[in-house]
């Protein structure tokens, strides 16, 4: 049974800075794309990053990108998104979760999820 943990949310000042981690478990993820996405109040779910398990090449949405690293830890099988420069509007429930798609950005595309982490940037 394929689990996603996320933990490492939390409240941060805007300009501040977060490291989420992703731990999975329960199958052989080396042919999975991971990603990290989120759902602020009131809109949909969107795509923060991606990154392809084996090879690690990476993809992240504009809005993140130069601000947000993820990365993964293949011994302990545990992906980050290292947050920086944090903006009020980053404020979302993200959620870790794998697939064996390729390349998506389509948050229906990934199979499993976890059950998400609260970030609350304040201004």
């Known amino acids: 049974q394929v689990q996603l943990v996320e933990a490492g949310g939390g409240l941060v000042q805007a300009g501040g800075s977060l490291r989420l981690s992703c731990s999975a478990s329960?199958?052989?993820?080396?042919?999975?794309?991971m990603c990290w996405l989120r759902q602020a109040p009131g809109k949909e779910r969107e795509f923060v990053a991606r990154m392809r398990w084996l090879g690690g090449s990476t993809y992240y949405a504009d809005s993140v990108k130069g601000r947000f690293t993820i990365s993964r830890d293949g011994a302990k099988t545990t992906v980050y998104l290292q947050m920086n420069s944090l903006k009020p509007e980053d404020t979302a429930v993200y959620y870790c979760?794998?697939?064996?798609?390729?390349?998506?950005?389509?948050?229906?595309?990934?199979?499993?999820w976890g059950q998400g982490t609260q970030v609350t940037v304040s201004s």
């Open positions: 329960g199958r052989t993820f080396s042919s999975y794309t």
């Open positions: 979760a794998a697939g064996g798609v390729v390349r998506s950005v389509v948050p229906d595309q990934y199979a499993y």
